[in-house]
């Protein structure tokens, strides 16, 4: 690389002494610095360096989507699954990215599309999950699923999670669904407690599509709920409207520098 866009979450770093620091790491290296704080696009770039957590790398992946620009992700943040350097060895990643020492692996997405009345309201993208949630009051959401036209199962649960395998190791696994090795192609269905003895993760292949349809609830009332897309691009839907998720044609570029395998590094998080 010899063009570097960085993007700051200025809530973890809000006196931009970490950017700084960064900055002046990357042009010692003879590589050109762009910084997110000096609201310049990454058009000329030739990859992005997030500082920050997971979230912000989950924002920056949808922001770029159209660059198709290699993302490395320095962690300010907790888990830092996405993020993958500490931030005690930015400098040795620095110097990887200007030798170009380092692999790009391509993560899956979902697209998304809702639709009201046969109309489409919304369709987007996400690399880790598209989430339909309650609304306002406790009650539970009632729902039908559908897997490439076909019926497939009715949930009475507090929503439902469609997650890639870069995903689930977020809301999916925190819901009690399985940990997916970044790099396959399927898709997970998880619901949110649900209230029901036989409603377990499910996961499909990466060519089905899943559809989503908000019923009335069990005594006729119109329901109101919520959909996300990586926790992001709210959405209010109500009773009638239809949520359908299958694999983009779209992939979220991710830079590696360590070689350890998904298992060690899943092992480290786990006992940390």
Known sequence: MEHIYVRTNTAKDPDLKITEEIRKMIESKGLKCTLSVDKKKWDNADGILVLGGDGTMLQVAGETLEAELPILGINLGRMGYLTEVPLEKAEEAITRLANEQYTVSERMMLEGSVTRNGKKLYSGY???????????????????????????????????????????????????????????????????????????????????????????????????????????????????????????????????????????????????
Do not use: W
């Open 126 to 272: 996400a690399l880790n999950d598209i989430v339909l949630t309650r609304q306002g009051s406790l009650r539970i959401i009632h729902y039908d699923t559908t897997v490439n036209g076909q019926t497939f199962n009715e949930y009475d649960a507090d929503g439902m999670i469609i997650s890639t395998p870069t995903g689930s190791t977020g809301y999916n696994m925190s819901a009690g669904g399985p940990i997916v090795e970044p790099n396959a192609q399927v898709i997970l269905m998880t619901p949110i407690c649900a209230h029901t003895f036989n409603s377990r993760s499910i996961v499909f292949s990466g060519n089905d599509e899943i559809g989503i349809y908000v019923n009335a609830d069990r005594t006729g009332k119109k329901q109101e709920v919520e959909v996300t897309f990586d926790a992001a691009h709210n959405l209010s839907l109500t009773t009638g409207d239809v949520i359908n998720v299958k694999k983009a044609s779209k992939v979220t570029k991710i830079v590696r520098l360590n070689e350890a395998s998904f298992i060690t590094a899943l092992h480290k998080k786990m006992n940390s």
